[in-house]
C-alpha cells in the first residue's frame, strides 16, 4: 500500500463504527467512511468534542452538524496551500490521501531533465495540478464543474502559484480529450481522477466501470513520444488495483514502462494501522 504519511495539518486520529475522527488543521471533524466497519471503543476525546460531524442517513445522502467550524478555513501541505470548506456529501474540497501520488509525480517532474506537459483530467480543486506545477510542470486542468475550477484557481493563488503555467478549463473530459486528438496536441504526462459516477456539463452521463478503460485508450493517443508518467485513481470498490493494473499494461504496451498499482491509504493515529483509501494505478517510463 502507498501511504500519505507526510502530513502535518491533517491526521486521521481514530476510526470506528463506520466513521473517522480527523483533525484538518485546528478542526475536529467526523465523516463516514465506508471502510471502517470495525467496532473499536472510542477514546479519543475528539469523539465527544468535534467541531462538525456529518451524518450519514439511511435514506441515502446525510447532513452535516456544525459546533464550531469556520464557512471556510486553509491547511497546508510542503509549499500548498488548500481552502477547505463543508459541502454536500461529506466532503472538505480535499483528498489527503492523494498527497502519497503528488509526491511520487512531483519527484518524476522534477528529475525529468526537459520540460513536462502536464494533462489532470477530472482535476477536482486542484490538488495534483498544484503539486505538479510546483514541481515545474506545464499543467492542463479540466473539470466539468465551473465551481470547482474556480476553487482550484483560489487554491493556486494561495499557494503562490497564480502566475504558474496552468489552463483552466471547465469541460467534459472525455470530449476534451476527443478534440484534443483532432487538434494533435500531446501531453508527456496524464493524471485521471474519475467519479465512479457523474455528468458532464451538458448531462454527459459518466458511468465508471463502462467508460474508464476506453477514455485511457484514448489518452494514449495524446501523449508525447516519450510520456513521463500516467496515473489513474479510482475509488470505485469494483476497480481493484490489479484491474488498473491490467487497463494500464494493456494500452499503454507500446511505450517504454512498468506499471505498478496499489492501495493508497492515511495512517490512524490511535491505532497505528492503515485506514484504505482506494487505489491508484501508476505506468512510469524506464
Not at 21 to 41: C, H, S
Request: glycine share 8%; aromatic share 12%; proline share 5%.
Amino acid at each position: 500500500m502507498w501511504v500519505a504519511d507526510k502530513w502535518k495539518d491533517y491526521e486521521v486520529l481514530d476510526a470506528s463504527r463506520g466513521e473517522k475522527l480527523e483533525r484538518w488543521g485546528n478542526y475536529i471533524l467526523i465523516r463516514p467512511d465506508p471502510q471502517v466497519i470495525w467496532d473499536t471503543e472510542r477514546i479519543h476525546k475528539g469523539w465527544k468534542k468535534c467541531n462538525a460531524h456529518y451524518h450519514r442517513s439511511s435514506r441515502g445522502g446525510g447532513e452535516w452538524e456544525f459546533f464550531d467550524l469556520p464557512q471556510q478555513w486553509s491547511i497546508r501541505y510542503g509549499e500548498l496551500s488548500f481552502h477547505l470548506k463543508p459541502f454536500s456529501f461529506k466532503h472538505t474540497g480535499l483528498f489527503p490521501e492523494q498527497a502519497v501520488n503528488w509526491d511520487w509525480f512531483g519527484d518524476k517532474i522534477r528529475k525529468a531533465g526537459r520540460p513536462v506537459k502536464v494533462l489532470n483530467l477530472f482535476a477536482y480543486t486542484g490538488g495534483a495540478t498544484l503539486a505538479a506545477a510546483a514541481a515545474g510542470a506545464q499543467v492542463t486542468h479540466v473539470d466539468a464543474s465551473k465551481g470547482m475550477v474556480t476553487w482550484a484557481k483560489e487554491n493556486a493563488a494561495a499557494s503562490g502559484l497564480q502566475n504558474a503555467p496552468i489552463r483552466w478549463l471547465v469541460d467534459d473530459c472525455v470530449k476534451f480529450v476527443e478534440r484534443e486528438i483532432r487538434r494533435g496536441s500531446r501531453y508527456d504526462a496524464i493524471i485521471m481522477d474519475p467519479p465512479s459516477y457523474g455528468r458532464g456539463p451538458k448531462g454527459e452521463v459518466w458511468k465508471i466501470e463502462d467508460a474508464i478503460h476506453p477514455l485511457i485508450r484514448l489518452c494514449v493517443d495524446i501523449l508525447s513520444e516519450r510520456p513521463l508518467f500516467f496515473l489513474v485513481n479510482s475509488y470505485t470498490t469494483g476497480l481493484a488495483p490489479a484491474v488498473l493494473t491490467y487497463m494500464l499494461a494493456t494500452e499503454l504496451k507500446k511505450f517504454d514502462g512498468t506499471v505498478d498499482s496499489q492501495e493508497i491509504g492515511l495512517p490512524v493515529t490511535e491505532s497505528g494501522l492503515i485506514l484504505p483509501c482506494g487505489a491508484s494505478g501508476r505506468w512510469e517510463n524506464r
